[in-house]
């Protein structure tokens, strides 16, 4: 008998966490930090739905804050066990977590200066660089296509999910009590074909269970070609008008997008030419992981290192680590490119760009990631006139513009083709998670009626025997 019980990413897209129990042994597909409401993710990322000290292992899908954010406070908690991953998402995982460790502390920091100044008690990070470190010292890398016993007749294979550079999909394979075997399957982060970098999704092979992303259920994306073109004419008419592009980005996959399809479009003859900034250290730092990692990249990637071609270089490409250079950019006169951090603009340096260029309507601020409710990301896209920054309130007077296609998550059809594959007559059940509930409902129908399949939205805190 398996059981899953679902505590993140249920209902939503954030704070990944699934508990799987079977053979006596307790495991955990992801542990991602919630992210939201502050006063609801402090509580929901403090407290864990279950004894950290009871998971025998983590099985970690890839590096995103949202999959692996809080596997150092589930460690300062007790648990202790080996974190299973690729080889690349154990490198990317380790340097997000130091700088996930590190806002931690800022964040502590600037609630206590509230605190004091209100005569209450000091908060306590959620946790340090040193919980960080504990648990990256707990990373265990597993290549693709390579079946492990990670416990008693449990064995774990990945297979590349085409999201971000080591993302993975997973196969559990329980052997049963009366001989036989049961399959469960976990996307993680589906990527969609045709993804800068890295390979498309492939297959994991047929499973009795399947966990499934729904992020973009009911979504259709912009065609790659189309996009190229978009964000060209973007770029070509904010110029035109002697403006500046400021791009928030995620550091990990979709800056090394957004700066490969840079590249390729200067190689071709049709960048106009500006000087691109990348001004974000984590990002800087995970570029240089990137250039690790080449057995994750697709033929388009490999084809450019084979022609020493540096895919994450071009000239009028800068990279900025120190706040010194990132302050200079507030001084630029020109036409330039800026591409920064956070990619929802909840943080880091991309606050100070737009707080910098937001009322200047010769600018663009091109949003090219999902912006989940509440954030500053998504009132912009969604039209406001006003936007509060650094605690001042700004007049939008840039123009904002979006892109689709460089989202690392496959749409609805790419969900859908990905789910056809498998034998729908060993396929019992599928369990929809990491979308809004609209966006899960709208794939949970199309796969019951185009392939019969029996879906079900879990709510957190849901648990089903298998």
Do not use: W
């Not at 993804?195 to 994306?221: A, Q, W």
């Not at 106009?272 to 697709?298: C, G, M």
């Amino acid at each position: 008998m398996m059981q899953i019980e679902f505590q993140g990413a249920a209902r939503t897209v954030t704070g990944s966490m699934h508990v799987v129990r079977v053979n006596g042994r307790t495991l955990l597909l992801d542990c991602g930090l919630y992210q939201g409401h502050r006063d609801e993710a402090n509580r929901r990322n403090r407290v864990f739905p279950f004894d950290p000290r009871s998971i025998d292992a983590i099985i970690l899908s890839h590096a995103h804050i949202d999959h692996s954010g809080n596997i150092p406070g589930i460690v300062k908690q007790g648990f202790n066990g080996p974190v299973f991953c690729t080889p690349a998402t154990k490198d990317l995982a380790a340097l997000m977590l130091a700088d996930s460790a590190h806002i931690q502390m800022r964040d502590a920091e600037y609630i206590n200066k509230r605190q004091r100044r209100a005569g209450e008690p000091p908060v306590e990070p959620l946790y340090t660089p040193g919980d960080a470190a504990e648990a990256a010292a707990l990373f265990a890398g597993v290549p693709y296509h390579t079946p492990t016993e990670i416990l008693p007749g449990i064995t774990m294979t990945f297979g590349d999910a085409g999201h971000i550079i080591g993302s993975a999909t997973v196969v559990l394979t329980v052997d049963g009590r009366g001989g036989g075997k049961t399959t469960l399957g976990f996307t993680g982060d589906l990527g969609p074909n045709d993804l800068p970098i890295v390979r498309d999704p492939e297959f994991m092979g047929n499973v009795d269970l399947l966990i499934c992303e729904s992020t973009y259920g009911g979504k259709r994306h912009e065609a790659p070609e189309d996009r190229d073109e978009h964000i060209r004419a973007d770029i070509v008419r904010t110029i035109d008008r002697g403006g500046k592009i400021i791009m928030p980005a995620f550091s990990i996959g979709r800056t090394q997008n957004i700066v490969f399809t840079l590249h390729t479009l200067r190689d071709r003859g049709r960048l106009p030419d500006l000087p691109v900034y990348v001004d974000s250290p984590l990002a800087v730092n995970a570029t240089e992981i990137f250039r690790k990692h080449p057995e994750t990249f697709d033929e388009e990637v490999s084809e450019h290192i084979r022609k020493h071609h540096d895919p994450f270089g071009f000239d009028r490409l800068h990279y900025i680590r120190d706040v010194a250079d990132s302050k200079k950019l507030n001084e630029l006169s020109g036409p330039a490119l800026i591409i920064s951090a956070s990619g929802m603009c909840e943080a880091g340096r991309i606050l100070h760009h737009l707080a910098n260029n937001i009322e200047d309507p010769r600018n663009t601020i091109a949003i090219i990631g999902y912006q989940a409710e509440h954030t500053l990301g998504k009132r912009l896209v969604d039209g406001a006139e006003e936007v509060k920054i650094l605690g001042t309130m700004y007049r939008r007077r840039a123009e904002v513009v979006k892109y689709n296609s460089f989202s690392a998550h496959a749409d609805h059809e790419g969900l859908m083709a990905y789910a056809g594959q498998f034998d729908r007559k060993m396929l019992r059940r599928v369990f929809l998670v990491h979308g809004d509930f609209e966006r899960a409902t709208a794939l949970g129908s199309d796969l019951s009626q185009r392939y019969g399949l029996d879906a079900v939205i879990p709510a957190r805190g849901e648990k089903f025997d298998c």
